[in-house]
Nanobody, 123 residues
Framework: VQLVESGGGLVQAGGSLRLSCAASGRIFSNYGMGWFRQAPGKEREFVASISWSGGSTYYADSVKGRFTISRNNAKNTLLLQMNSLKPEDTAVYYC?????????????????WGQGTQVTVSS
């Protein structure tokens, strides 16, 4: 399974970015997907997750109402729309493919990870 993120960059506080994750190597639509992030000096943390169909989603409290996770199973693509960005959102963002059909916050249920894309929010 290969996951390739794109869309990161530098943005001012209050701005928006959209991250994409292109998946290949297994039946994309059979499994849940998620986004995690890791800031310098901090542990990797859960951001958002989506079920196999896209019908169910879950967000970390820190991003709820600002970020939207979605997926296009026809194109094997996972998206993360990030609005109202804050400096504390600065991190490397990782796309991950889970081993379950629903959404999940548990990192150990994600056997496949991308290389990450840097998001930097300036104040």
């Amino acid at each position: 399974v290969q996951l390739v993120e794109s869309g990161g960059g530098l943005v001012q506080a209050g701005g928006s970015l959209r991250l994409s994750c292109a998946a290949s190597g297994r039946i994309f639509s059979n499994y849940g997907m998620g986004w995690f992030r890791q800031a310098p000096g901090k542990e990797r943390e859960f951001v958002a997750s989506i079920s196999w169909s896209g019908g169910s989603t879950y967000y970390a409290d820190s991003v709820k109402g600002r970020f939207t996770i979605s997926r296009n199973n026809a194109k094997n693509t996972l998206l993360l729309q990030m609005n109202s960005l804050k400096p504390e959102d600065t991190a490397v963002y990782y796309c991950a493919a889970s081993s379950v059909m629903g959404w999940t916050v548990r990192p150990y249920e994600y056997p496949y990870w991308g290389q990450g894309t840097q998001v930097t929010v300036s104040s």
